[in-house]
C-alpha cells in the first residue's frame, strides 16, 4: 500500500545530501561551471559516450580522451557540487561514529526493497534500465540508501508528527488516497494473426509466456520488456484502446487470451495477454491511511527541516580547508 500514497519522489535518495548540502551553503555558480556542449535527446549518443565504469578511456577517430581528462573536466564543471556532497556525507558518518549509530546490510537491503517497490522498480530488469538511464551504479544506489538509513537512524526522535497534522494531510491530499480499478498482466505483440495463432498454441502445451515473448521480439528494446508484468489502471492516460481494456478487467486469471486485433497508423497488430492479478478500485479512510500519513509527514520533515537544519548546525561547528596542490602531507583517505 505504500507505493500508493508516494507523494515525495527522488530528492529522498537521489543524492539527498548533495541537494540539501548545496542549498545550505548557498553558493553561487557561475555560467561557466555548466558544460559547453550537451547531447541532447535529439540527438542519438553512441553507447561508449555512456560508459564510463570500468574504462580507462575513449578514443575517438584514433585519438585518445583519458579518465583523467574526464576527472579534470568533471571537477571543473562539477566539483563544487561533488565535494559538497562528500563533506556532507563524511559530518554524517563522523556524527553517526560518535554516537555509535551504524547501519547493517539487512537495514539498507530492506530499504532499497522499499524504495524500489515504491518507484515502480520491482524487478531487477527495469531496476537496473533506471540505474543505466541516471547514469548511476548499483553502488552509488546502495551508498545513497545506506546514507539515508543513517540519517534517519541520527535524526528520527527529533520529528515529531500530531494526529491534527496527519488528519489535516488526509483532509487536503484526500484523492491521492483513492486507488482506481488496475490489472497486472503480460503481453505479447504480432503483426500477423497466424504468428499469434502459433505462439498461442505454443502457450496452450504449456511453454513459458515470457521465453515465447522475448523470443518473438523484433528489436533489442522490445527483447528487454517483452512479457515482463505491467500494471494498468483505469483512467491511466495515455489509455488503453477500449476493447483491449475490456478485455483485460473481464479476463479470467492465468489464462491466455487472444490474439486480439488492433490497428495503428494503417498497421495491424495482434496481441495476446496473461492477467496474472486484478484490484478493486478503492477509497482509504482517514484510519486506514493514518500510519502511511503519518510516515510520509515524517520523511518530509526530515528532509525539508531536520537534516537542513542539523547539517548546517555540523557545517558551522567543522573546520574545513583546503589543501593547496603543492601540499606534500599525507592525505587520509577517510573510512
Same mark, same amino acid.
Given at each position: ?83 559538497? #556532497?562528500? *563533506?556532507?556525507?563524511?559530518? !554524517? ?9 551504524? @547501519? &547493517? =546490510?539487512? +537495514? $539498507? ?33 546502495? #551508498?545513497? *540508501?545506506?546514507?539515508?538509513? !543513517? ?9 515529531? @508528527? &500530531? =494526529?491534527? +497534522? $496527519? ?169
Amino acid at each position: 500500500m505504500a507505493s500508493t500514497f508516494r507523494l515525495i519522489k527522488g530528492a529522498i535518495w537521489l543524492g539527498l545530501a548533495a541537494a540539501l548540502c548545496a542549498g545550505v551553503a548557498g553558493a553561487q555558480e557561475s555560467d561557466s561551471s555548466q558544460p559547453p556542449v550537451v547531447f541532447g535527446r535529439q540527438i542519438r549518443v553512441p553507447r561508449a559516450v555512456e560508459t564510463v565504469t570500468g574504462v580507462k578511456g575513449w578514443v575517438v577517430n584514433g585519438e585518445t580522451i583519458t579518465m583523467d581528462q574526464a576527472r579534470d573536466r568533471a571537477m571543473a564543471f562539477y566539483g563544487p557540487y561533488v565535494v559538497r #556532497d562528500l *563533506v556532507a556525507a563524511t559530518l !554524517l558518518h563522523q556524527e553517526a561514529k560518535q554516537r555509535g549509530i551504524t @547501519v &547493517s =546490510d539487512a +537495514e $539498507v537491503e530492506a530499504k532499497v526493497k522499499e524504495m524500489r517497490q515504491e518507484q515502480g522498480l520491482s524487478d531487477d530488469g527495469s531496476f537496473e534500465r533506471y540505474l543505466a538511464s541516471q547514469r548511476k551504479t548499483k553502488a552509488w544506489f546502495y #551508498d545513497k *540508501v545506506r546514507d539515508y538509513v !543513517l540519517i534517519e537512524k541520527l535524526l528520527a526522535d527529533r520529528v515529531h @508528527v &500530531s =494526529d491534527r +497534522e $496527519v488528519a489535516d494531510f488526509y483532509n487536503r491530499f484526500r484523492q491521492a488516497y483513492y486507488r482506481p480499478a488496475s490489472v497486472s498482466f503480460r503481453a505479447m505483440s504480432f503483426t500477423s494473426e497466424a504468428a499469434a495463432q502459433a505462439a498461442l498454441a505454443e502457450l496452450r502445451k504449456g511453454k513459458s509466456f515470457q521465453e515465447i515473448a522475448k523470443r518473438n521480439a523484433t528489436s533489442a528494446v522490445e527483447k528487454a520488456v517483452a512479457g515482463e508484468l505491467r500494471t494498468y489502471q483505469k483512467g491511466q492516460q495515455p489509455p488503453l484502446p477500449p476493447e483491449i481494456e475490456a478485455a483485460l478487467f473481464s479476463a479470467p486469471l492465468a489464462q491466455v487470451i487472444g490474439p486480439l486485433k488492433t490497428t495503428y497508423q494503417g498497421q495491424d497488430y495482434y496481441h495476446l495477454f496473461r492477467v496474472e492479478s486484478k484490484r478493486d478500485e478503492h477509497q482509504f479512510t482517514l484510519d486506514e491511511a493514518k500510519e502511511i500519513i503519518r510516515a510520509e509527514i515524517k520523511r518530509r520533515k526530515l528532509e525539508e527541516e531536520v537534516y537542513p537544519r542539523w547539517l548546517e548546525t555540523a557545517l558551522s561547528g567543522a573546520s574545513i580547508e583546503t589543501i593547496p596542490a603543492d601540499d606534500q602531507r599525507p592525505q587520509d583517505s577517510g573510512g
